[in-house]
């Protein structure tokens, strides 16, 4: 589960996050995961759907 991936403003558009991204999922491979699975805000499913990810079913949570 990928959780939590911030960039600076000062790096945004300069490809910080795709390979944030990118070296997870190869964390994830080298590991044996059979899937990689993350949780956005609406405004950033296009960023995840250009790295590969598919929107995929819903998240539900308790906070304590």
């Known amino acids: ?37 993350l949780h956005c805000n609406p405004c950033l499913v296009s960023f995840y759907q250009q790295n590969n990810f598919t929107h995929y079913g819903y998240h539900m949570r308790l906070d304590f």
């Open 1 to 37: 589960h990928i959780e939590d991936i911030v960039v600076s403003p000062d790096f945004k558009n300069q490809g910080v996050g795709k390979r944030l991204v990118e070296h997870l999922v190869k964390v994830a491979k080298d590991m044996e995961c059979y899937k990689c699975v």
